[in-house]
């Protein structure tokens, strides 16, 4: 049986047309759901007593639960128990301009990344698309307060979840659903490059963002087993016609690992590959994590790195550290509720 929440407005309007409806149910019921936060279909006094028991018979309602929750000032990071017990997590950080959460994409990942906590434990399986939406829901209600940016940057690859991932997109950023703004919608890859391409199709104006973490292929083969399939260059070509296209600039994130890739030639390595895209780099300092052996940058490195990198031309900021005393690094509350 679908799960309600997975159904973006377009599927249920073909629902409600097998039905013999009309289309408009659909956005009545995005309203119930989204807008009023009500579930129980016999009160939808809009929706006649025969439709409301189709939809009882057609549709589950369940939702993942809030199991567990940390925080410290500015991040809260929420466990979620999933229907078959697994585990998934999610981040909540408040920002001057508003409260963004990082979502999970899976349950694991494959691709494998060596610094990475969410690689380590390997995907069991994708995020329906209910189960990312509800991850939005649960925290909005658990906080009271209104989310207004999401980052699909939590466990998982999200274009190895492709269609349930756009699903999800369509229905947050639906102005009936929870209208969080395209803008305000990021979605992180570890560089999939036939899936940027399909994405680059479909004109989202969403912002994406590349996990590069190194200026050439000999780093990146040893930290991202992905390398080996599509490498800096073809990446770096993907990334341009993906700009080209959509006009829209494209955020490089480069997590800093300590006497890997944080010298002074891959900066300057770094802005020669870079040179004259519209894009920009976020320097995520590294968030330990007790079982892989990375060790982040010094600050003053990180700093130095930075400075080089606009010494020669390139936009750059350095990510404000947020959650490292409450495991918010990706995957680790996870990995930790699982050792248990
Ligand atoms: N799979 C996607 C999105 C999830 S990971 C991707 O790789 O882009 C989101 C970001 O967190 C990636 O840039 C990833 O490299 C980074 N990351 C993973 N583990 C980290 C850690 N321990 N500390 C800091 N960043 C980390
Ligand atoms: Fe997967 Fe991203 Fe972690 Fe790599 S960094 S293992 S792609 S979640």
């Not at 000032?73 to 466990?79: Q, V």
């Not at 990180?302 to 400075?307: A, D, M, N, T, V």
Request: with cysteine.
């Amino acid at each position: 049986m679908q799960n309600i929440y997975g159904m973006t407005r377009a599927k249920l309007e073909e629902y409600f047309t097998s039905l013999g409806e009309k289309k408009f149910k659909a956005l009545q019921v995005f309203e119930w759901l989204y807008q009023k936060k009500n579930n129980d279909v016999n009160t939808w006094s809009n929706i006649k007593k025969t439709i409301q028991e189709n939809i009882l018979k057609d549709f589950s309602f369940t939702m993942p639960k809030i199991v567990r929750q940390e925080r410290d000032t500015l991040t809260r990071k929420f466990l979620f128990l999933l229907y078959d017990q697994n585990y998934i997590e999610a981040v909540v950080m408040y920002h001057d301009y508003g409260i963004s959460v990082c979502v999970s994409s899976q349950v694991g990942c494959n691709m494998g990344c060596a610094f990475c906590e969410s690689g380590r434990l390997k995907k069991v399986r994708n995020l329906e698309t209910f189960e990312m939406v509800c991850q939005i829901l649960l925290i909005e209600e658990n906080i009271k307060e209104r989310i207004s940016s999401v980052v699909i940057m939590g466990i998982g690859e999200p274009l190895d979840n492709f269609a349930n991932v756009m699903d999800f997109i369509h229905i947050i950023n639906d102005a009936k659903g929870l209208a969080i703004g395209i803008r305000h919608i990021t979605l992180s890859t570890s560089g999939i490059i036939p899936k940027i391409d399909e994405l680059k199709n479909m004109d989202l104006q969403i912002n994406l963002a590349i996990s590069l973490h190194a200026p050439n292929d000999e780093i990146r083969n040893r930290i991202m087993k992905v390398n080996k399939v599509y490498n800096i260059s073809q990446l770096i070509n993907t990334i341009k016609s993906y700009i080209a296209h959509t006009n829209r600039r494209v955020t490089i994130e480069y997590v800093m690992l300590k006497e890997i890739n944080d010298s002074e030639t891959c900066a300057i390595e770094l802005a020669h590959l870079l040179h004259g895209m519209n894009v920009y780099v976020n320097l995520i300092p590294y968030n330990e994590t007790n079982h892989l052996e990375f060790k982040k940058s010094d600050a003053k490195t990180i700093s130095k790195f930075c400075e080089t990198l606009k010494q020669n031309g390139i936009n750059v900021t350095i990510r404000k550290e947020f959650g490292s005393k409450i495991s918010a690094a990706c995957g680790q509350l996870r990995s930790k509720e699982v050792e248990r």
